[in-house]
C-alpha cells in the first residue's frame, strides 16, 4: 500500500484525548509525525516503512521493523498468523478480545489448536491445522545446524519425526511445541510458526542404521511417498547411511551415496562440514528428507556428521 501511517502537521490538529492504539502500520511510504503533544500511543507495529519520520519516539510496547505475520496482506487478509507477535501485545482499550491481552491489528487470532499427545499422531492432521504437543519429545538436531534455523523432533521409540521452524533448541532437549503444519516446497511435512511450550537438557537419541533402498519409504497419510519406494515412511527421523562417495560437488556442498544396493542417495552436506572426495568411503548422519526432482520425490540425507 502507499501513503502515510500517520502525519499531523500542526501542533493544533487534534483534541485532547486522542489516542492510536493496537494498530499496525504496514507498507507505508512514510509514518509517525505528530508534534501534537495530545496525541497518545502505544502498542502499534510498524513494519516495511519507507521513511521513519521518527517523531514522537516509539511509545510502550510499540515496534519498528518487527514482521506482524498477517495471513495475506497483499490480498487484503489481515488475520494474524500462529506466532505472530502481534498476538495478545496489545492493551485493554474496552473492546472484546481473546487470549490474555488484546491483539494488535484488526482481527483478533482466534486460536483453533488441536492438542495431541503423541508426536506420531501429527502424521493424520491435514495441512493448515494448528497443533499442540503435550508429550515432550528429543530434539535430534540444533536449530543452529542448517541455517535456515529449522530442526527435528523425534518421539523417544524413534518411529516417528518432524521438522519445525520456530524456537532455538540443542540436539538431545526434550521440548513440548506449538505449531502449524505445512508441506514444505521439498515434499516434506514440517511444523511451522512453531513456538516452545516446555524444555530441558536431556540426551541425544542414537540414529537408525538404514539401507539406501529402505530410506523414504511409502506414503505416511499426508506425507507425499518417495517415487518408487515402499515400506514405512521414515522421512524426518534421524539414521545413518554409509557406502562408497561419487559425484561430490564442493558447489553445492553435495554427493552421491552409493550403498551397492542399487539406489544412489543425494547428501546435502551443512556449511561447516567438507564434502568427501569421489571413491571415499563414509558413513553418513543425518535426517532423512525428500526433495522435488520435477514431477518426483526422491530421497535426500540432510547430514549431521561423516566418518
Known amino acids: ?20 492504539r493496537n494498530n499496525i502500520v504496514y507498507d507505508c511510504n512514510e509514518a509517525r509525525y505528530c508534534p501534537n503533544t495530545n496525541l497518545a500511543c502505544s502498542n502499534n507495529m510498524f513494519f516495511e516503512i519507507g521513511n521513519d519520520l521518527g517523531y514522537p519516539n516509539l511509545g510502550s510496547g510499540e515496534t519498528m521493523g518487527v514482521d506482524p505475520l498477517l495471513v495475506d496482506a497483499a490480498s487484503g487478509d489481515y488475520q494474524l498468523k500462529i506466532g505472530s507477535p502481534a498476538i495478545d501485545a496489545g492493551i485493554d482499550v474496552g473492546l472484546t478480545y481473546s487470549g ?61 519425526g518432524i521438522g519445525v521452524i520456530g524456537g532455538t533448541v540443542s540436539a538431545g532437549d526434550r521440548v513440548t511445541v506449538q505449531g502449524m503444519l505445512t508441506t514444505a516446497s521439498n515434499g516434506e511435512r514440517i511444523l511451522i510458526y512453531a513456538s516452545i511450550l516446555m524444555q530441558r537438557t536431556g540426551q541425544t537419541l542414537g540414529s537408525l542404521g538404514m ?33 562408497t562417495v561419487s559425484s561430490a560437488s564442493s558447489a553445492d556442498n553435495t554427493f552421491l551415496l552409493d550403498d551397492g544396493s542399487g539406489v544412489y542417495v543425494k547428501v546435502a552436506m551443512p556449511s561447516d562440514l567438507q564434502v568427501p572426495s569421489d571413491g571415499a568411503f563414509v558413513c553418513v548422519t543425518g535426517i532423512s528428507s525428500c526433495e522435488k526432482n520435477n514431477t518426483d520425490t526422491t530421497r535426500l540425507i540432510k547430514a549431521i556428521s561423516l566418518s
Open 1 to 20: 500500500a502507499e501513503g502515510t501511517g500517520y502525519r499531523c502537521t500542526s501542533g493544533n490538529q487534534l483534541p485532547i484525548g486522542c489516542e492510536f
Open 100 to 160: 490474555s491481552a488484546p491483539d494488535i491489528g484488526a482481527v483478533e487470532y482466534i486460536s483453533d489448536i488441536i492438542s495431541v499427545s503423541e508426536l506420531s499422531d501429527i502424521a493424520s492432521l491435514a495441512d493448515g491445522t494448528e497443533v499442540a504437543l503435550t508429550t515432550p519429545v528429543c530434539v535430534t538436531v540444533d536449530s543452529a545446524l542448517f541455517g535456515d534455523g529449522s530442526y527435528y523432533l523425534e518421539n523417544e521409540n524413534r518411529t516417528f
Open 211 to 243: 539401507t539406501n533402498k529402505s530410506l523414504g519409504g511409502g506414503a505416511g497419510a499426508y506425507q507425499p511417498s518417495i517415487t518408487g519406494a515402499s515400506g514405512t515412511n521414515n522421512v524426518g527421523l534421524l539414521v545413518k547411511v554409509w557406502g
